[in-house]
Every structure is written in structure tokens, then in C-alpha cells.
């Protein structure tokens, strides 16, 4: 399953929800792979993507909260990478999960 800079926009209070839902979906031993913006606190835009007139949060995570909630969502991590900040965005980081196989 794949979230790919697709969860920033979700509340703080939704996103554990929205993890606990992904963790059911997976088959045992399914992988999730998820990426998101690194920081810490909200962030209101008003313009993306080369001057675009928007209005939305970015809600910023450190990699060890998302890492976290990931695991208290049922899923245990098994890969992390953090990607450094370039000219165009902030740090983000990619994490991978795995639902525990059933034994």
C-alpha cells in the first residue's frame, strides 16, 4: 500500500485513524510505504507549485513521531529514509512498515 506525500494533509487527530485503517487493510506481512514533510508545527500555504493560489496545512512530522504512530497502528517499521531539504521543498521522510506475518 502506498501514501506517498498523500498524508500531509490530514489532521493531526485523523492520521492515527487513517494508519490503524491502512494496517487492517494489509494482508499479513503486506508493506506500506509511506512519505511525508518533515518538521515541526503547521504550516498554512497560500501558494504551491510554481505560484499556484492554494489554501490548505501541511502538517509537518519528525520522523520518530510518524514512526511511532505507525507502530501503534499495528505495523512495525522496517526502513527509513530521510531526504535533506532541496531548493524547491523542506526535509521529508520516507518510511516502510510491515504488517507481522501470521506464524
Do not use: C, K
Not at 506525500?5 to 485523523?14: D, E
Amino acid at each position: 500500500m502506498l501514501g506517498w506525500w498523500s498524508l500531509f494533509n490530514l489532521p493531526r487527530h485523523v492520521l492515527p485513524h487513517v494508519l490503524s485503517s491502512f494496517a487492517r487493510a494489509l494482508v499479513p506481512a503486506g508493506q506500506l510505504m509511506i512519505a511525508t514533510h518533515v518538521g515541526d508545527g503547521d504550516v498554512l500555504r497560500t501558494e504551491a507549485y510554481g505560484g499556484v493560489s492554494v489554501r490548505w496545512t501541511t502538517y509537518r512530522w519528525q520522523p520518530e513521531q510518524l514512526a511511532e504512530l505507525v507502530e501503534r497502528a499495528g505495523l512495525r517499521p522496517t526502513a527509513e529514509l530521510r531526504l535533506p531539504a532541496d531548493g524547491r521543498s523542506g526535509p521529508g521522510v520516507v518510511l516502510v512498515a510491515q504488517r507481522e506475518p501470521r506464524v
